[in-house]
């Protein structure tokens, strides 16, 4: 019965010994000279203005949420596309239902001014 396990535990062998090996030749092959320069947030050649650790406004967390959520909602799209022959009516007023659910929640979101950037 243990016999069973054996492709796992070489399989997770294999991953953490990979992943080992990644870290050590990493380490081995990056250059460690630091200068000012390097050790700034930003390395386009721009000065900073403010320090990178400073606080946020929240709305950009929530547009940045938003932006997700939605994203990922129009994922779901993908699958429903591709068996759209098979679905037939029934995955066609489904997913207009869905999609209905997901206008009603960008809507709400405009409406409470969750997208508004100032």
Request: proline letters at 4%; a negative charge; one cysteine or more.
């Amino acid at each position: 019965m243990l016999e069973a396990y054996v492709p796992v535990l070489l399989f997770v062998l294999v991953a953490v010994g990979l992943a080992i090996v990644m870290l050590i030749v990493s380490a081995l092959v990056a250059p460690s000279r630091y200068s000012k320069v390097k050790l700034e947030p930003y390395e386009c050649g721009i000065e900073p203005e403010t320090d990178a650790r400073d606080r946020y406004s929240v709305r950009y967390y929530v547009i940045a949420m938003l932006f997700v959520i939605f994203d990922v909602e129009t994922v779901f799209m993908f699958p429903w596309a591709v068996i759209m022959d098979e679905l037939a009516l029934f995955g066609l007023i489904e997913m207009l239902v869905f999609l209905f659910i997901l206008v009603l929640g960008y809507v709400y979101a405009w409406r409470k001014g969750a997208l508004e950037w100032v």
